[in-house]
């Protein structure tokens, strides 16, 4: 049996549900392609972040990056289940605080914050700025100048670890464009510009090694260096951090495959790493910070298409179209991505052809699942993707001037829309003629 996406259960007439609704229906109200959010998965693991902390028993702050998905429908969400979220631009910053996120909760993360972007911040009350290169000293310390402002602030450094992920989404090596290199020296420097500006207040220290990670040795040996770092620098600078921040990375399932930790190992390993080393050092446990994406709400995402035509070569090959694809979920042609998919209709089908599902975008890259074995399909059937929460709608393009897809928010056995399907005119709206 395949995997079927935590928390995905069939009706009595041996529908796909989700949250107890009925996917074929949510197709036919919604239309599609839809993205469906089992709000209760989401809940779920948030909940999971702040069981495996509060089980070890330290002190912690969990932040959303919401690049993962964000509307304002997730932001309210994220602010009822009292925690943070990171943003990594005036966009997302923008739509958090509509979507009543406390400024306070917010960490700022970007590797090219625009002067506008951190003025913003600042005007509303940011709660922290991840500062990631000197170009941003310099033009925060100015801005904290003009203003009169002080603000807190974590480095972001970068630890010089190869997470063992696709390269396009491993962050933490020494070439890398995010935050200040250890081993030349970078950071000690940075450190030093920072500490003797008293309009900042440097809280701590922040790394990220990458996203989709499910071996842990690249989190210890994260964990291993910060708690070094931060070691030496009380004992170079007398400069204790009061958080130490992981970032993100924490891998989900796609696919059988795919098997993560759960959430609570993780977070016990990457705490008994911490707590060795400040063991060790005699150095008090910072706050540990993370900042999982993903792992939020990955999972907890389902996108239903409804397929069309079909092409089928002898010998060669057959294509199953959607009526959505790479402008929707971009993932399968920028990394490779796997993922698995189901008809709504009888989800436990068994298999009886191969093809490969493809979408209707002018790309003959524009494969969803490459060769894949199916039950028949046949026009009209609702396919339903499971795992597509994260980094797809946020992802999304209006390629060939395909709108964007709507998202939908299951519940309790209730659907409702939190972002509607864009239209031709919604498309338009910027243009001059
Ligand atoms: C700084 C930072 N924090 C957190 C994340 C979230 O990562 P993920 O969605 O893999 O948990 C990212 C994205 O990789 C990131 O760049
Ligand atoms: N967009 C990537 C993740 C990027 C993480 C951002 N630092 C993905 O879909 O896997």
Redesign the pocket.
């Known amino acids: 049996m395949k995997f079927m996406g935590n928390n995905i259960t069939t009706n009595q007439d041996g529908h796909l549900t989700i949250g107890g609704v009925d996917t074929l229906q949510i197709a036919k109200e919604f239309g599609t392609p839809t993205i469906v959010y089992d709000v209760s998965k989401i809940k779920e693991q948030i909940n999971a972040f702040k069981t495996g902390f509060e089980t070890q028993g330290v002190k912690y702050h969990v932040s959303y ?1 919401s ?2 998905f964000s509307s304002l429908a997730m932001y309210k969400l994220i602010s009822e289940m009292n925690i943070g979220s ?1 943003v ?1 631009s005036g966009g997302e910053l923008y739509a958090a605080l509509k979507g009543g996120l406390n400024p306070k909760e917010i960490e700022f ?1 970007g590797n090219n914050k625009s002067r506008q972007e951190l003025e913003m911040a600042i005007d509303n009350g940011v709660g922290y700025i ?1 500062i990631d290169n000197f170009y941003e000293i310099e033009l925060l310390g100015e801005i904290l100048d003009e203003k009169q402002a002080n603000v807190d602030v974590l480095l ?1 450094l970068a630890p010089g670890i190869h997470a063992e992920t696709h390269d396009y ?1 491993s ?1 933490g090596q020494e070439k890398s464009k ?1 935050g200040f290199d250890i081993k030349s020296g970078q950071a000690d420097m940075a450190l030093k510009q920072v500490l003797d500006n008293n309009r900042f207040n440097l809280i701590g220290i ?1 790394a ?1 090694i ?4 499910f071996a842990t040795d690249g989190f210890v040996q994260e964990a291993n260096k910060l708690m070094d770092v931060l070691n030496e620098w009380q004992q170079k600078y007398d400069f204790s951090a009061k958080v130490v921040n992981l ?4 891998g989900i399932r796609y696919t059988d495959d795919d098997n993560p930790l759960a959430i609570q190992e993780f977070i016990k390993i990457i705490v008994d790493a911490l707590k060795s080393k400040s063991k060790e050092y005699g150095y008090d446990l910072p706050e540990i910070w993370v ?6 709400v990955g999972e907890a995402g389902t996108t239903l298409y409804t397929i069309g035509s079909r092409k089928d070569v002898k010998g060669v090959g057959s294509f199953v179209a959607v009526d959505g694809g790479m402008g929707d979920n971009i993932r399968p042609a920028l990394y490779q991505a796997k993922y698995d998919a189901y008809l709504a209709k009888d989800p436990t089908a068994k298999p009886q052809q191969n093809a490969s599902i493809v979408g209707k975008y002018c790309e003959s890259g524009d494969i969803l699942i490459k060769d894949y074995d199916l039950p028949m399909t046949k026009p009209g059937d609702v396919l339903a993707m499971p795992s597509t929460g ?2 797809g709608y946020v992802m999304a393009s209006n390629y060939n001037r395909n709108p964007k897809p709507a998202v939908v928010f299951v519940e309790d056995g209730k659907a409702r829309l939190v972002v509607k399907r864009e239209t031709y005119d919604d498309m338009l709206k910027n243009e001059i003629l």
């Open positions: 990056a690049k993962a990171d990594v993360h991840i972001r989404i962050t995010f922040h990220h990458g996203s989709q990670i970032g993100g990375g924490f900042e999982p994406g993903r792992s939020i994260a980094y």
